[in-house]
Structures are given as structure tokens and as C-alpha cells.
């Protein structure tokens, strides 16, 4: 059951929020690019480099092993996070990006044939477009395309027609950054199943959201982001199944990655250090762990409940702008700006469907986004304006780009109330 938050206790834990930007309190609405850190998370970056600072798994010295255990307690901290049957199935990575390319490029290159298909969606990043064009154009596979509705909802019924002998990996994400789209993500998994096909998820925006079990869900691999859940920058985990795993070659070559090295022959190590090759991101694997801390603590559900307010309010919001400006508060969901060239309403939303995680995109008709993006922050206000990494979503909507306010838990509704007042303005210009 969620409980009411102490929202001003939460946001004095972030002490990046409490200044002023442009002569303006900060309004941070750009969380769907990376959600601010913590004084938890900071501080245990500080004591790693100045306390514990060693490399991993290879001294005998008691800095060494502070740091190895440190360092292996967040691995512990994400396989419960996630439910992973084993702890070894859980693989440091740099990002959600290089996770995404880990599966691509040893997976895909021993178990991808001429011919081939590989299924993705029209609303997915770029991180999970760009591999697959590579390793599907390196291996002579396909790479077919969901399609969605004016919404920004999957066509599930175009996904069951794709669907074949022929589909060995459905990549696809589990709520769109552009869009803030939850898709239904465990019917996808087990109608590939069925047909024996693998799914990656790319977590990146749901793990901070959503409730997140692997095991339940089961799915092939899951993509995860630490800066995208208060945790630093330059840390990700890709989970995987072991069987598939302990199938694939090694990403990397290089230290840590082995057992024993010869000039004639290399026997590489088990996971999860096949895939860890070199000195990893140490201390920043180490803050992670008190990120997800925060957010265990907090509690997914309370999370969840709060974004969703703040959500509400502002497509509320939004709303009663258009009804303010054309006397009319219909339903933005039909694009009928880019689909009838009919400027109706001042603010066209972009991305409507009934199930959403807090990330709201829209375009103010004759203005360009940046130029919004821009004014905005002059006020103190930060949103993210352009493609958000998703061009071909942009180009299948018939927009360039789009103003995203994207929120979290340490965000209020008073903080929703000045943007919408800001938006406002900006129409009336």
C-alpha cells in the first residue's frame, strides 16, 4: 500500500535542487535523461577515493578487499532488486547502451544466421536500434519493425503477424523515453517464447518506475541504468539468463576476463567476470548500490503514486491551457497537427497512452522546441527538448522534435504549477 510521502525531506537530500539558475529556484524536469543523486550517493563516492580507493578481485591487501566486497555487496543489492535467480547473472557494464551492444555483439554474432529476424519497436532509442542494424547487417539477419498507434502504443496485433520460426531476438523497450509508453512487456516475452525467440528489455527508463522481476517477467536479458535511478553516470548492469550466458563469447578481452592466459591459448573465466574485461568503474558501482538503497527504502510503489500525481497535473494542466486559448479540451491523442495540418490547439500533446510511467511530451504549434526549451530555462526550468535519441519515433510522428517534462520523486506539484504558468506564457507569445 503506498503511504504519503515527506516530499520536502526527500527533495533535501539532493543538494544539487536548492539553488538558483538564471536568478530562478531550479525546476528540474529532465529526468528521463538522468535523475539527480542523492547526498547519500555522493558521499559514498567521497569515502571510496578518499578511504577505500583499491582495485578489485586481484590484491591480498585490506584496501583491496574493502573495496572487492564493497563492489560485489552492490551486485548482491541489484540481483534483489531485480529478483535474478543467481548473482553471477547480474554483469557490470558502462550503461544500458553498452549492455544493449554486449547482447548484440556476442550473442548476435553466434547465434544470428543469414536470414534471420530480429524484432524492435518504431519508439525505441537509438541504443536499441543502432546495434542490431550493425550486427544484423554483419550477419545477413532482418530487422523488423513494430509499429504504433497515434497514441504511442504498440500494435500488437502487427507484432503477431511478424512473429515466426524465423524471429531469434525481439529487442525492445520496456517504456519509451519520448513517450513515457509502459508496453506490455511480459505478453511480448511469451508470445516470442513460443515461437523460440529471445527477448531483451531495455530497462533503462522502467527500472526507476516500475516494480522490476526478472524471474516472473522472464526475460532473456534486462538492460538497466544506474544514473537513470539516482546512481552515478558510467555505471549499467545487463542481466542475463546463465544458460545464455555461459553460451556466449566473451565481449572484451583483457584482465579480470580469464583464467589462465597462455601465447598459445586463453581459458576465459565464469560469469559474471567473462564479461567485466579490465578495472571496472569501481567506486561508482560501489555509490550505486546506495541509490538503489534510496529507492528501496522510498519504495517503487510510493514512487509511483507520487509521479503520477505530478503527471495528472500537468497533462491537466496542459490541458486546461487549450481549453483556455480555443474553448475546447479534446482529446490530443488524434496529432492533428501533424496529421491534418490543422492547427487546432496551441499544445498538441505527444504521447497518450492509457498506460504511462511520469514523462510528458508536446509541441507548442508555431514555436520550435528548442526555442521553448530555451525560454523555459531562463526561468529556472529544465526540460529536454529535440529527438530524445528517437529520431525515427520523430519522423514516424511528422515532428522534429518535442519539449519532454519528465518527473520525479523529489519534483511537487508547486514546481508543476510555475512550469504550466511558464507553458502559458509561452503560448500567449
Known sequence: MAHKLDIISIRNQFPILHQEVNGKPLIYFDNAATTQKPQSVIDALIKYYSHDNANIHRAAHTLAARSTDMFEDTRKTIQAFINAKEVEECIFTKGVTESINLVAQSWGRKFLNVGDEVIISTMEHHSNI??????????????????????????????????????????????SNALGTINPVKNIIEKAHALGAKVLLDGAQACSHLEVDVQDLDCDFLAISSHKLYGPTGV??????????????????????????????????????????????????????????????????????????????????LLEINQSFTGTSTSLSDRNVMSSGVETQPITLIGTAKEKVSVQSFIINDMHHFDAGMMLDAKGIA??????????????????????????????????DVFLEAVRKLVKR
Not at 155 to 173: F, G, I, P, Q
Request: glycine share 8%; net charge negative.
Open 236 to 317: 549499467g548492469v545487463l542481466y542475463g539468463k546463465r544458460e545464455l550466458l555461459d553460451a556466449m563469447p566473451p565481449y572484451q578481452g583483457g584482465g579480470e576476463m580469464i583464467k589462465e592466459v597462455s601465447f598459445d591459448k586463453t581459458t576465459y573465466n565464469d560469469i559474471p567476470y567473462k564479461f567485466e574485461a579490465g578495472t571496472p568503474n569501481i567506486g561508482d558501482v560501489i555509490a550505486f548500490k546506495y541509490a538503489l538503497d534510496f529507492v528501496n527504502e522510498i519504495g517503487k510503489e510510493n514512487i509511483a503514486t507520487h509521479e503520477n500525481e505530478l503527471l495528472k497535473h500537468c497533462v491537466d494542466g
Open 383 to 416: 526540460v529536454r527538448t529535440g529527438h530524445h535519441c528517437t529520431q525515427p519515433l520523430m519522423n514516424y510522428l511528422g515532428v522534429d522534435g518535442t519539449i519532454r517534462a519528465s518527473f520525479s520523486i523529489y519534483n511537487t506539484l508547486e514546481e508543476v
Open 130 to 175: 543502432v546495434p542490431w542494424q550493425m550486427i544484423c547487417e554483419e550477419k545477413g539477419a532482418i530487422l523488423k519493425v513494430i509499429p504504433i498507434n497515434n497514441a504511442g502504443e504498440l500494435l500488437m496485433d502487427e507484432y503477431d503477424k511478424m512473429l515466426s520460426t524465423k524471429t531469434k531476438m525481439v529487442a525492445c523497450v520496456w517504456v
